[in-house]
């Protein structure tokens, strides 16, 4: 569950989040370990932002790729892990790219750190903080093959609509990030917010009114190999919420080479 983009409601340019609440009920009270500093960040190496962000705004940059064993591989980014079983699978079946899952919520990443730990991954590293912040403040340009943003908060209420992820700051942000080719692929399943993100993609898509006329190229989202049959992207939400009577709405944005 990632936290939808909005105004922090902490301390200026903080980008981490509160204490995290105990996972008690996710663990099924349960202890918990997020192997810091193997699989969850540590402080060291997720400091806080500099005094001077706002001024040079590239100031609080820095490399994720050097999180991992084997930083020259490709990068794939998870917005919102929930329990952490598209990560799981996705990170089994592609053991040679990096993985940084971001998550918001402390007990959804400290449960997905843990089932990170116990099931021996080393292409993984959990990251307890805002998604959105941290391509904005953190992230240098054209690192990231893949962004997965799988069903985020849609904010039903006309009023939070403020909150959504998919909008243009998002977008810009998400570009910037991405290596030339890479990918933005999203799924949900809430027919209103699906509307919402086609008029940004349509946008996107057609340069208008973005930042320096920047577009992506808007493509078929195909499913992984190893999902099943009728499914997206096998994550528990999309199991339960969706099974085999509902089909998500899905789509691929491509930066261009």
């Given amino acids: 569950m990632q936290r939808p983009f909005g105004p922090s409601p902490f301390k200026a340019m903080s980008d981490h989040p509160p204490s995290s609440p105990r996972p008690s009920k996710l663990a099924h009270g349960k202890d ?12 060291e190496e997720y400091p806080p932002l500099p005094d001077n962000v706002v001024a040079d ?17 490709r990068l794939e980014i998870e917005i919102g892990c929930g329990k952490g079983t598209f990560m799981l ?10 993985f940084l899952g971001i998550e918001w919520e402390g007990a959804f990443y400290a449960y997905t750190a843990d089932r990170v730990r116990r ?33 985020s908060d849609p904010w039903p ?22 290596v030339p080719g890479g990918e933005l692929r999203i799924v949900t399943d809430h027919d209103d917010y699906w509307q919402w993100m086609n008029g940004f993609f349509d946008r996107w898509t057609s340069g208008k009114d973005t930042p320096g006329s920047l577009v992506f190229q808007r493509e078929t989202f ?9 499914q997206f992207v096998a994550t528990n939400y999309e199991k339960k919420m969706c099974g085999d009577t509902k089909t998500p709405h899905a789509a691929v944005l491509r930066k261009p080479r």
């Fill in 89 to 98: 699978n996705v990170a089994r079946e592609n053991a040679s790219t990096n």
């Fill in 157 to 178: 209420k006309t009023k939070h609509h403020k909150n959504r992820v998919v909008q243009d700051k998002f977008l810009e942000q998400a570009r910037r990030t991405l």
């Fill in 119 to 151: 099931a021996g991954l080393t292409n993984v590293r959990m990251l307890h903080a805002d998604a959105v912040e941290f391509l904005k403040w953190r992230c240098p340009d054209s690192i990231i093959d893949v962004i997965h943003l799988y069903y």
């Fill in 32 to 43: 918990v370990d997020v192997g810091l500093g193997v699989i969850g960040l540590s402080p």
């Fill in 222 to 230: 195909r499913p992984p190999p190893w999902v099943g049959e009728g």
């Fill in 57 to 73: 705004p590239a100031a609080g940059r820095l490399d994720p790729r050097r999180w991992f064993r084997s930083p020259e591989r």
